[in-house]
């Protein structure tokens, strides 16, 4: 699987942040995850990657996540009633994972994120599905 760095469009990075729980890369309007391997990943942690995407884009932009799960790691299922509160910070959401574990908890968060939620075996071809909604979501707003 690949990680983000080894994708071209690495090269139109903005900024990385590293966490203690996992490397987020920021792109124009786009952010990808790669949780560390084993981390139990709750709201708190995902308030700090959220409050950096703010920092970075603002608050207006809209914003495609990815979460590219290169890793084995957990989410608290009690969580996602905060994630599901607060996904008006994401316009786009999208998995990218090639093991059954990867994609055991999309059922989940399928009842959570049910239009915006998409999943997919390669980085690149998520990537490309992504900026396609951001610029279509753009022009809607201009």
């Known amino acids: 699987m690949k990680r983000v760095k080894d994708i ?27 949780i560390n391997e084993g981390v139990v990943f709750d709201w708190n942690m995902a308030k700090r990657a959220v409050a950096a995407a703010k920092e970075i884009f603002g608050e207006e932009k809209p914003i495609a996540y990815i979460s590219n799960r290169i890793n084995s790691y957990t989410v608290v299922p009690t969580e996602w009633l905060k994630f599901y509160k607060n996904r008006h910070q ?20 399928k009842m959570f994120f049910k239009e915006s939620l998409r999943q997919f075996n390669d980085l690149e071809a998520a990537v490309a599905w992504s900026l396609d909604r951001i610029k279509e979501k753009k022009e809607t707003l201009s």
Do not use: M
Not at 12 to 24: L, T
Not at 96 to 105: K, L, M, N, R, Y
């Open 8 to 34: 071209p469009y690495f090269k139109n990075i903005r900024e990385v942040r590293e966490f203690e729980f996992g490397v987020f890369y920021y792109f124009d309007g786009l952010v990808i995850s790669e």
């Open 90 to 109: 994401l316009s786009y959401y999208s998995v990218v994972g090639s093991t059954q574990g990867s994609f055991a908890s999309i059922v989940l968060e």
